[in-house]
């Protein structure tokens, strides 16, 4: 299998659980991942306070119709789990049309897609379904269904530490909680799990953890319980809708110019593709919470189509039909790029800062013209040892030379080798 098989292939294995944001489905969603990543299973109690909030009760579902007066099924839950509003209570009840549509969720504008809604805040039972199949209801009762639990229990998260050389952090975090829908956010799942698989096997400089949680809550827990960790973030990115046709976007961290925001926007500028770098708002994913003042962590966003912007967004259409391998495959390979550039970043001192040294001597001046390629690294060369004064990094010279962050790596690498630099941090 090739990558783009294998960040498919978890995708499609996932995809028929239905999860929520407690329950057996994101354990059994997490005993997959394990068979990929050594990922910890963690759970909190029903109750447990978390900041503002407590964790709720856990949610589980066997079965979920409902029938009209011939006892025919119009709405399976076996046929999507999105038909059953997330979180629903259970409920066996007859009722008629009039009284069964207050608990109907339809998109009329996209008739043929089942909505994705969930109640988890407030206790309700309710059915999604297109707009089409509500059209062909007629008059009469109805048997509803719902074989759900709603009981004390436990939230369940996954998580895996990865230790590097130092014990400064850099968190990638997604979100595990939504049922039968790719983009959001299977395919942030599998995108995490593949660069967790791929940190396993490097030396790393850094320490990384990866965060599997239930959107909103999973992270406040997180949050909660591990408040003497977060100092040790220095940067993070939040995963989620990273497996569409479109371009790259990236939301920048609360911060805006920590630097995981401009290592983001180096490797995108980088590509010779187009992509686009937002502001941060407070609305979104979990980095919502990892951003929050008290915390304002170096968290951002890395996203291909954001939520919300894909006609597909919290549908039944948000399927495997919408994934694109490459995609998933293009995703994966920016985020090594990205902690690539994590892991080489430094700054340095120019040993020899009287004059520009003798590169001809050292072999490293190129003395043939015309050849674009040597001309950039021998610019290269000289704004690493120009701007080597001990106070800008790499990145700072690649972002004020506009030369790419590997191009001024590789100067850098060519320089200590003759020791006309040395590594100050
Ligand atoms: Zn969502």
């Known amino acids: 299998m090739n990558q783009e098989e294998r960040l498919f292939g978890l995708i499609e294995e996932l995809y028929p659980i239905c999860r929520s944001i407690s329950g057996d489905g994101v354990r059994k969603s ?13 759970e909190l109690l029903t109750g447990t306070p978390v900041f503002d909030w407590s964790i709720p009760k856990e949610w589980n579902i066997k079965e979920a119709w409902i029938k009209n007066s011939k006892g025919e099924k119009v709405v399976d839950f076996d046929d999507s789990n999105l038909h059953v509003l997330n979180y629903s209570v259970p409920v066996d009840q007859v009722v008629a049309l009039e009284e069964l549509k207050n608990h109907l969720y339809t ?38 269904y719902i ?10 998260h996954g998580e895996l530490y990865i230790e590097g050389h130092t014990p400064d952090e850099v968190l990638i975090s997604c979100h595990i909680c939504h049922p039968s829908l790719c983009n959001d956010n299977l395919s942030g799942i599998s995108v995490a799990v593949h660069l967790a698989q791929y940190l396993l096997q490097e030396d790393l400089k850094y320490s990384y953890r990866f965060l599997f949680i239930p959107g909103t809550i999973g992270s406040i827990a997180w949050l909660a319980r591990n408040e003497d960790k977060t100092e040790r973030i220095k940067y993070g990115l939040v995963l989620s809708c990273v497996g569409d046709a479109g371009q790259i976007t990236y939301k920048k961290s609360r911060r805006g110019r920590a630097e995981i925001d401009r290592i983001v926007e180096q490797v995108l500028a980088g590509s010779a593709e187009s992509y686009e770098v937002r502001d941060f708002t407070p609305y979104g994913y979990d980095e919502r919470q990892f951003c929050s003042p008290a915390f304002d962590l170096p968290v951002g966003c890395f996203m291909r189509t954001p939520f919300g912007e894909f006609p597909e967004y919290h549908t039944s259409a ?27 970043n430094g700054t340095y001192l120019n040993l020899n800062p009287k004059c520009e040294p003798n590169l ?17 690294n021998q ?20 972002e004020r030379s506009g030369i790419s962050f590997q191009t001024i790596r590789q100067a850098a690498d060519a320089l200590l080798e003759v020791d006309l630099l040395k590594k100050v941090r």
């Open 318 to 344: 948000d399927n495997l039909e919408l994934m694109e391998p490459e995609a998933l495959a293009d995703s994966l390979s920016k985020l090594k790029s990205i902690v690539g550039v994590i892991e080489s």
């Open 30 to 42: 997490l005993q997959i991942i394990q068979k990929h990543i050594p990922v910890q299973v963690q």
């Open 360 to 376: 001809g001597r050292r072999g490293l001046y190129k003395l043939t013209g015309g050849d674009t390629e040597s001309e950039i």
């Open 107 to 144: 998109l009329p504008d996209q008739p043929d897609l089942i909505p994705y809604r969930t109640s988890y805040y407030k206790e309700d039972w309710g059915f999604c379904l297109s707009h089409n199949q509500l059209m062909q209801l007629e008059e009469g009762d109805y048997h509803v």
């Open 147 to 156: 074989d759900a639990t709603l009981l004390e229990g436990s939230m369940t």
């Open 379 to 398: 610019l290269a060369i000289l704004w690493v040892l120009n701007l080597s004064d001990g106070s800008h990094s790499l990145l700072d010279i690649a």
